[in-house]
């Protein structure tokens, strides 16, 4: 079990309102990702982090931002929720120390659902 | 920029054996990933290749051919359990960014 943890589960929203999505880890592993995942495109990467305060952009970074103030929790903001972003949101951890990410362990995800 | 193809969708028979195929074309290469991923729930890793060869566990095999950009996983005495979509993943040159292809769904038919 890798200790990952994402809230909410399910959220329904209004366009243009702010949303932010948690994922909190028990283990202090440095990198922690976000994608998310929607039919016919599998999982997209949108920021991922290899540290406190280091992030990184992935493939469809617009529109969201993401914080990581502590080891545990890494943080996907929506600023202005887009129906566009309907989706299911997943984080993922690896347990790799090394240079780069081994093998990622993958949250329950989160459905984010923008009317 | 990196791109990974793989088969939209795939049908086997129970008991048989059947190998989904993964191509990519990366700048730079550190390891090639494959999930399963079941209807409504997360990725579960599979399998890991770093190397070219055959990495062997259990009923599932990968093999990869970094000179070919090309891997595929290898799934024998098939259960109706493996019914499920099936995702190439490639660390590139940023070997903490981890890209997925669109994934294979696997159907097994008795």
């Known amino acids: 079990d890798a200790g990952i943890t994402q809230s909410p589960r399910h959220k329904v929203t209004e366009t243009g309102t702010p949303v932010t999505l948690r994922c909190h880890q028990t283990?202090?592993?440095?990198?922690m990702y976000w994608y998310r995942q929607d039919p016919g495109h599998g999982l997209r990467l949108i920021h991922y982090s290899y540290g406190v305060k280091d992030t990184d952009k992935g493939e469809v970074s617009d529109g969201y931002s993401v914080s990581r103030s502590k080891t545990e929790d890494f943080l996907l903001t929506l600023e202005s929720a887009t129906s566009s972003q309907t989706s299911v949101y997943f984080c993922?951890?690896?347990?790799?120390?090394?240079?780069?990410?081994?093998?990622?362990?993958f949250g329950e995800g989160s459905r984010l659902t923008v009317l | 920029g990196q791109n990974i193809d793989q088969p939209t969708e795939m049908t086997a028979t129970e008991g048989a054996i059947v190998q989904i195929n993964c191509t990519y074309q990366t700048s730079g290469f550190n390891g090639l990933f494959w999930y399963q991923q079941h209807a409504g729930e997360a990725p579960t890793f599979l399998s890991y290749n770093v190397l070219d060869g055959l990495e062997e566990k259990g009923r599932f095999s990968s093999f990869l051919s970094r000179s070919k950009g090309y891997s595929y996983l290898l799934l024998k005495e098939l259960q109706m359990k493996d019914s499920a979509s099936y995702l190439c993943?490639?660390?590139?040159?940023?070997?903490?960014?981890?890209?997925f292809g669109s994934g294979t769904r696997l159907s097994i038919r008795p």
């Open positions: 993943a490639v660390s590139g040159s940023s070997a903490s960014k981890i890209i």
């Open positions: 993922a951890i690896s347990e790799s120390e090394d240079y780069g990410a081994g093998e990622l362990f």
């Open positions: 283990e202090n592993h440095r990198y």
